[in-house]
């Protein structure tokens, strides 16, 4: 089978979006903090919120664009979604009020909890059960790929220009999508399966409460996203704190991090393809406990690669499986819901920077010990979660 076989064309066009919309949020979104401090002169606190805010409200607004999408269509929800979303990067390039920050990031959390689900959905109505799990690990390719190209292309232009010209490009580029996506869209007959009846999104609600293999999936998902969030917000200041040049070190880490994802992405996605998704999930779980175990012992160059490898591993193996989960786990006519739904797994990444900072300020040795562990309990849910089937 041919390589441009693999997938229906509408999700080669997905994934080709998802690379170039990507690119264009990676210019601009890496550099928020620092465009705040720089040019609208923000206190620290006022940054903080700012940043915060949106995986705090993509956290919630996921089941409502889960729901929506479900209920009216992926078509109607991914347009609609990218326009407001490109407004959103205009008003980040010409407001000066802190307040305005805040609200546009709480916007821009609640178009990629609208825009996620019901992309993701769009490509499951497309795609053979078979073939999701290679789906899902070219996706997460696709995303990494962006997260090389886009911060350098957003450094280069904000050296050449203003500051703000990257949050500008953003904008023109999501518009420039959408009405590519318009005609796209039309083009194809959409294949979202109809429900008998239209669940009203209070009954949803309750229904997925009442979901213990969903809430396993939500509350094991929180605890691995603890564990993860510690890349972005403890790992700097604790590098900062033992090595000499932190900064530097710190940037080949994520250098590193991307590298190793486009590396071995695809034979971990065709190894763990032979697995069920909760075997592969229970990989990627031990290795992101090593990999957290390992950055607490480190205290040189040598150590630190050492134990990014086996943190980046544990991430290839677990967060695209983490999807397919997800589909195996919802009804045919509630895939973007459930999908939606799934979004409360970023409450991990809200309250993951809160627990670190407590555990830096107060047991720094024991710190990535102690999160570690929180991530190895993660495996009692997915456990509970194969004896469901």
């Given at each position: 089978?041919?390589?441009?076989?693999l997938?229906?064309?509408?999700?080669?066009?997905?994934?080709?979006?998802?690379?170039?919309?990507?690119?264009?949020?990676?210019?601009?979104?890496?550099?928020?903090?620092?465009?705040?401090?720089?040019?609208?002169?923000?206190?620290?606190?006022?940054?903080?919120?700012?940043i915060?805010i949106?995986?705090?409200?993509?956290?919630?607004?996921?089941?409502?664009?889960?729901?929506?999408?479900?209920?009216f269509?992926?078509?109607s929800?991914?347009?609609?979604?990218?326009?407001?979303?490109?407004?959103v990067?205009?008003?980040?390039?010409?407001?000066?009020?802190?307040?305005?920050?805040?609200?546009?990031?709480?916007?821009?959390?609640?178009?990629?909890?609208?825009f996620?689900?019901?992309?993701?959905?769009?490509?499951?109505?497309?795609?053979?059960?078979?073939?999701?799990?290679?789906?899902?690990?070219?996706?997460?390719?696709?995303?990494?790929?962006?997260?090389?190209?886009?911060?350098?292309?957003?450094?280069y232009?904000?050296?050449?220009?203003?500051?703000?010209?990257?949050?500008?490009?953003?904008?023109?580029?999501?518009?420039?999508?959408?009405?590519?996506l318009?005609?796209?869209?039309?083009?194809?007959?959409?294949q979202?399966?109809k429900?008998?009846?239209?669940?009203?999104?209070?009954?949803?609600?309750?229904?997925?409460?009442?979901?213990?293999?969903?809430?396993?999936?939500?509350?094991?998902?929180?605890?691995?996203?603890?564990?993860?969030?510690?890349?972005?917000?403890?790992?700097?200041?604790?590098?900062?704190?033992?090595?000499?040049?932190?900064?530097?070190?710190?940037?080949?880490?994520?250098?590193?991090?991307?590298?190793?994802?486009?590396?071995?992405?695809?034979?971990?996605?065709?190894?763990?393809?032979?697995?069920?998704?909760?075997?592969?999930?229970?990989?990627?779980?031990?290795?992101?406990?090593?990999?957290?175990?390992?950055?607490?012992?480190?205290?040189?160059?040598?150590?630190?690669?050492?134990?990014?490898?086996?943190?980046?591993?544990?991430?290839?193996?677990?967060?695209?499986?983490?999807?397919?989960?997800?589909?195996?786990?919802?009804?045919d006519?509630?895939?973007?819901?459930?999908?939606?739904?799934?979004q409360?797994?970023?409450?991990?990444?809200?309250?993951g920077?809160?627990?670190?900072g407590?555990?830096?300020?107060?047991?720094?040795?024991?710190?990535?010990?102690?999160?570690?562990?929180?991530?190895?309990?993660?495996?009692?849910?997915?456990?509970?979660?194969?004896?469901?089937?």
């Amino acid at each position: 089978m041919k390589f441009s076989t693999l997938f229906h064309p509408l999700v080669w066009i997905i994934l080709g979006g998802t690379i170039f919309t990507r690119i264009a949020s990676f210019m601009a979104m890496p550099f928020l903090a620092i465009y705040l401090h720089n040019e609208i002169e923000a206190s620290p606190l006022q940054i903080g919120l700012t940043i915060g805010i949106a995986p705090l409200i993509s956290t919630v607004g996921g089941f409502f664009g889960g729901y929506l999408t479900d209920r009216f269509g992926r078509k109607s929800v991914i347009l609609l979604t990218i326009v407001v979303w490109s407004l959103v990067f205009f008003g980040f390039a010409t407001v000066h009020a802190v307040w305005l920050f805040v609200l546009f990031n709480a916007l821009n959390g609640l178009c990629r909890s609208f825009f996620e689900p019901s992309t993701q959905a769009l490509m499951i109505d497309f795609t053979p059960a078979d073939k999701r799990k290679r789906l899902f690990s070219l996706r997460y390719t696709a995303i990494n790929i962006a997260a090389v190209i886009g911060p350098i292309i957003g450094v280069y232009i904000s050296q050449l220009s203003s500051p703000s010209i990257p949050f500008m490009l953003t904008g023109i580029m999501y518009i420039i999508y959408a009405v590519f996506l318009f005609f796209v869209l039309n083009r194809y007959q959409m294949q979202q399966p109809k429900a008998v009846a239209q669940t009203k999104i209070l009954s949803t609600f309750t229904i997925l409460l009442t979901n213990r293999v969903l809430l396993s999936f939500i509350f094991g998902a929180i605890l691995i996203n603890i564990g993860y969030s510690q890349f972005d917000s403890t790992l700097p200041q604790i590098i900062e704190l033992k090595i000499d040049d932190g900064a530097k070190l710190y940037s080949l880490l994520i250098s590193l991090n991307a590298a190793v994802v486009l590396l071995l992405q695809l034979p971990i996605s065709i190894v763990s393809e032979r697995f069920s998704s909760s075997s592969t999930l229970l990989v990627g779980i031990l290795f992101f406990a090593l990999g957290l175990f390992l950055f607490g012992f480190s205290n040189n160059y040598t150590l630190y690669i050492i134990a990014m490898i086996i943190f980046t591993i544990g991430e290839i193996f677990a967060f695209p499986t983490m999807n397919v989960m997800i589909d195996e786990i919802a009804p045919d006519t509630q895939k973007a819901t459930y999908l939606g739904a799934a979004q409360f797994k970023n409450l991990g990444g809200f309250i993951g920077p809160i627990i670190g900072g407590w555990l830096l300020t107060h047991y720094m040795n024991a710190m990535f010990a102690v999160i570690a562990i929180l991530v190895l309990c993660s495996c009692i849910f997915y456990r509970s979660k194969t004896t469901t089937h």
